[in-house]
């Protein structure tokens, strides 16, 4: 279900380790998804995208894995640094351009 | 980099003012979008917009919510009467062409409150 107000799920680990969020979408016919980190006070900031015929890209530390079957997709963030630390939104496209967001994932890294 | 700004950073009114949020898309991008997020909860759409109109608006949109893009760099977001509920952080977003596969970037955002 949805998370409202402050009680986003939230994944803790400890630097250096390997992170994995996870995000379910609804909408089959979106056919692109996005991974946005929004950190404190600050806008949504671009980590890496993919396109519904892909199943999964590579960037720096960063993987996004697409399962169109069950509808789900996850980020990787491969040696976690505090620095990471934010909330991490799924969103994919739904009618014409606008971009639906899912309810986030705070991920907390302790040194 | 080339990035969306917006202004002011926080902008605090009384319920029934009119406010302004303003936002400076990214120079070469075509496409314009306002979002708003509610404190702790996800970030929701509200309007996009091209070729000087409306393209696509969602029911949070209603008649007290209005967009222009004034110049060739502004894009502004008006609310005529704002409400308590109106409260949130609203962003701006820009992209360089239409609809999939086209990432939008985001400005920092407009804090407003709502007294």
Known sequence: GESVGLHLPTLSVQEGDNSIINCAYSNSASDYFIWYKQESGKGPQFIIDIRSNMDKRQGQRVTVLLNKTVKHLSLQIAATQPGDSAVYFCAETGDFQKLVFGTGTRLLVSP | ?115
Request: aromatic share 14%.
């Open chain 2, 1 to 115: 980099e080339p990035e969306v700004t917006q202004t002011p950073s926080h902008q605090v009114t009384q319920m029934g003012q009119e406010v302004i949020l303003r936002c400076v898309p990214i120079s070469n991008h075509l496409y314009f979008y306002w979002y708003r997020q509610i404190l702790g909860q996800k970030v929701e759409f509200l309007v996009s917009f091209y070729n000087n109109e409306i393209s696509e608006k969602s029911e949070i949109f209603d008649d007290q919510f209005s967009v222009e893009r004034p110049d060739g760099s502004n894009f502004t977001l008006k609310i005529r009467s704002t409400k308590l509920e109106d409260s949130a952080m609203y962003f701006c977003a820009s992209s360089d062409r239409r609809g999939l596969q086209e990432t939008q970037y985001f400005g920092p955002g407009t804090r407003l409150l709502v007294l």
